[in-house]
């Protein structure tokens, strides 16, 4: 991303994505209300909730509790930017309004007014991160299948399923999306998907009254995450209450954005829009509350490599608890450059930019403005200085100015034991053509 001195009113913030941990809410009053929702269960990597009967709702109450409402948040979820996508407007250009796959009357299903707008809420990137259901007469023992299209909004107008297959969304990586359930005897309970053992591509959330007791990671060793680290090898320390029974997921997850307009669609650091791998452990706490588990950092192409962990406390019939805080790790790779550039920040004399993944150090050009729109993107003319060579922070110093009444820009590119990366803008804005040659034929170019 080009930013231009003084600073232009438009380039005048930068967007850092922030993963935060799903808390956990009150257990509530007691209830014998109980339910569960199943995403695709055994349907592999490439399982998608556009298939008929994706969604599995049962009601598991006992009593005569019934379900009234139930309410299903895509924003806690593992991979950001995950939306419902019944128009086709957010994600791949192939859509799936809220269809119901079993008979509705068994469940007392309320029909919307509009399958395609009514069922939808929080408004997202062009679709909706929240989808409810209402019923008048959903009994124990019953069960709803349906079936939504879900995408990532980072592949706005792909055509389907997207590049590497990241329009197929799967209920794992739906890991993390709240599910908040409504029963006849006032009571609510909410609780997240998470991987069923054993599988890669299903996902599962029951709840029930009670409470199942916290679990914290931690990355032993680690700067704060998300992070690029020198050495793949690593340990996540999970800690809560001695005798605990906890499970712990890794998915490597990869940004594949090939022939999309800019790149990706308001691409932001360390984000991935598809899981390429999975690995999950069961662990039980020692009788100091710790369980430490060797983990490795994957990467299996140059858009791969970023590592997301999370835990869940495992409690009776293998129901979980709150999720953990979601880390995000991405291993150095010798064998491949960083593929993207960095998105950067001009304040004052500083100009900054986020952490990329795969980079542990930065080259930061700079050029003339007026000679790069004269020459029509001739970056060996206008690039004038490498302001910055294989800067190991996030930040750099330039206290010199422009002309008065000129302009200048400034490129950043990642490097790693795998080489310099490039210049090329990744952050969903676009650029006209490519500037990686231009500015390496610089004289004044970083080496």
């Not at 850092?16 to 349907?43: I, K």
Request: a negative charge; proline letters at 8%.
């Amino acid at each position: 991303m080009t930013f231009i001195r003084p600073t232009h009113p438009l380039l005048a913030a930068a967007v850092v994505l922030v993963l935060a941990a799903w808390t956990a809410p009150d257990a509530g009053a007691a209830t014998f209300g109980a339910a569960s929702l199943t995403v695709t269960a055994g349907g592999g990597l490439n399982a998608s909730t556009y298939n008929a009967g994706s969604f599995v709702l049962e009601n598991l109450s006992l009593q005569g509790v019934r379900i009234v409402r139930v309410r299903i948040d895509l924003s806690t979820a593992l991979l950001p930017d995950l939306v419902f996508d019944p128009l086709g407007l957010a994600g791949d250009t192939v859509a799936k309004c809220l269809t119901i796959d079993s008979n509705p009357g068994l469940v007392g299903f309320v029909s919307p007014a509009d399958p395609c707008s009514s069922p939808f809420s929080a408004p997202h990137d062009g679709g909706y991160q929240v989808l409810t259901l209402d019923f008048d007469d959903f009994r124990s023992g019953r069960s709803l299948l349906f079936s939504v299209d879900v995408d990532p909004s980072l592949i706005r107008g792909a055509g389907a399923p997207g590049p590497g297959e990241s329009g197929s969304v799967s209920g794992l990586e739906l890991t993390g999306a709240t599910m908040q359930v409504t029963f006849s005897d006032g009571a609510v309970l909410q609780g997240a998907l998470f991987p069923i053992a054993g599988e890669d591509g299903g996902s599962r959330a029951v709840l029930r009254y009670g409470v199942i007791s916290s679990l914290a990671i931690a990355m032993l060793g680690a700067p704060p995450l998300p992070a690029t680290l020198p050495s793949a090898s690593q340990t996540v320390r999970l800690t809560g209450s001695p005798g605990l029974h906890a499970r712990l997921l890794r998915v490597e997850g990869s940004l594949e954005t090939a022939g999309l307009p800019g790149n990706g669609f308001d691409v932001e650091p360390f984000e991935a829009d598809t899981v390429v791998g999975v690995e999950q452990w069961a662990v039980t706490l020692d009788v100091s509350g710790v369980a430490d588990i060797p983990v490795n950092l994957t990467r299996a192409s140059p858009d791969a490599g970023l590592n997301f962990f999370v835990a869940a406390p495992v409690g009776p019939s293998e129901r979980t608890g709150a999720l953990t805080a979601i880390l995000v790790a991405a291993p150095e790779s010798c064998t491949w450059a960083p593929a993207r550039s960095p998105q950067l920040l001009l304040e004052g004399q500083e100009v900054r930019w986020t952490p990329l993944p795969g980079a542990t150090a930065y080259d930061v050009v700079r050029g003339v403005l007026p000679t790069l729109r004269s020459t029509h993107g001739r970056y060996d003319f206008a690039t004038t200085d490498c302001t910055g060579l294989a800067v190991s922070g996030t930040s750099v110093t330039d206290p010199a100015l422009p002309l008065l009444g000129g302009a200048w820009f400034y490129l950043a590119r990642g490097r790693s034991c795998g080489g310099a990366g490039t210049y090329d803008d990744a952050t969903g804005w676009g650029q006209a053509a490519p500037r990686d040659a231009g500015i390496d034929a610089a004289p004044a170019s970083c080496p």
